[in-house]
């Protein structure tokens, strides 16, 4: 059974620029949920989706957004790039809601 | 608001000693507890956990069980290994939705 899939793996950015990064959860996942690893900040929670819609949203600006498509894959874009969203951005999916979270690799995005 | 808080590290160990990571929380109603473990490059594997009060999770030696009263959930493991060298995340899911507060993350380093 495949795992999540997170492509691309590393990232190099211009401030300003923007980026998409994408996840495929595994087979029959229906949700997914994005998460920031930075050394200052930690994990802090991005967002949430099941099935295309999304039910939960962290305390980050609209710069971040996300969305989910009909086969669960899912996208999070990042606008206008700052140095301080040079992070590991994690992706899980989970089979539904309140069951285990399954981490994708993550893709390092650095901004310089 | 809820919140994970683990004690800082690193933590560094002889090969054989007896581990514990203390993780207290805060959160309303009645979380399910996890603890993550990341190797270096990798996102987070799922280690163990616990859904309800005095629930023991148990996996690959190491333990931790889900203290209501003291709103804690310490990881320990009898026997360290140069291999179980990582860093390990705390972490609760609230009752509905799959979104996962993270606390800061301990570093254990294993010498052989």
Redesign the interface.
């Given at each position: 059974k495949a795992g999540v899939t997170q492509t691309p793996r590393y990232l190099i950015k211009t401030r300003g620029q923007q980026v998409t990064l994408s996840c495929s959860p595994i087979s029959g996942h229906r949700s997914v949920s994005w998460y920031q690893q930075t050394p200052g900040q930690g994990l802090q929670f991005l967002f949430e989706y099941f099935s295309e819609t999304q039910r939960n949203k962290g305390n980050f600006p609209g710069r971040f957004s996300g969305r989910q498509f009909s086969n669960s894959r899912s996208e999070m874009n990042v606008s206008t790039l700052e140095l301080g969203d040079s992070a590991l951005y994690l992706c899980a999916s989970s089979y539904q809601v309140n069951t285990e979270a399954f981490f994708g690799q993550g893709t390092r995005l650095t901004v310089v | 608001g809820d919140s994970v808080t683990q004690m800082e590290g690193p933590v560094t160990l002889s090969e054989e000693a007896f581990l514990t990571i203390n993780c207290t929380y805060t959160a309303t109603g009645y979380p399910?507890l996890f603890w993550?473990v990341q190797y270096p490059?990798?996102?987070?594997?799922?280690l163990l956990?616990a859904t309800k009060a005095d629930d023991k999770g148990s996996n690959k030696g190491f333990e931790a069980t889900y203290r209501k009263e003291t709103t804690s959930f310490h990881l320990e493991k009898g026997s360290v290994q140069v291999s179980d060298s990582a860093v390990y995340?705390c972490a609760l899911?609230l009752?509905?939705?799959?979104?996962?507060?993270?606390?800061?993350?301990t570093i254990l380093r294993v010498k052989s």
């Amino acid at each position: 059974k495949a795992g999540v899939t997170q492509t691309p793996r590393y990232l190099i950015k211009t401030r300003g620029q923007q980026v998409t990064l994408s996840c495929s959860p595994i087979s029959g996942h229906r949700s997914v949920s994005w998460y920031q690893q930075t050394p200052g900040q930690g994990l802090q929670f991005l967002f949430e989706y099941f099935s295309e819609t999304q039910r939960n949203k962290g305390n980050f600006p609209g710069r971040f957004s996300g969305r989910q498509f009909s086969n669960s894959r899912s996208e999070m874009n990042v606008s206008t790039l700052e140095l301080g969203d040079s992070a590991l951005y994690l992706c899980a999916s989970s089979y539904q809601v309140n069951t285990e979270a399954f981490f994708g690799q993550g893709t390092r995005l650095t901004v310089v | 608001g809820d919140s994970v808080t683990q004690m800082e590290g690193p933590v560094t160990l002889s090969e054989e000693a007896f581990l514990t990571i203390n993780c207290t929380y805060t959160a309303t109603g009645y979380p399910s507890l996890f603890w993550y473990v990341q190797y270096p490059g990798e996102g987070l594997q799922l280690l163990l956990k616990a859904t309800k009060a005095d629930d023991k999770g148990s996996n690959k030696g190491f333990e931790a069980t889900y203290r209501k009263e003291t709103t804690s959930f310490h990881l320990e493991k009898g026997s360290v290994q140069v291999s179980d060298s990582a860093v390990y995340f705390c972490a609760l899911r609230l009752e509905y939705g799959n979104k996962l507060v993270f606390g800061a993350g301990t570093i254990l380093r294993v010498k052989s």
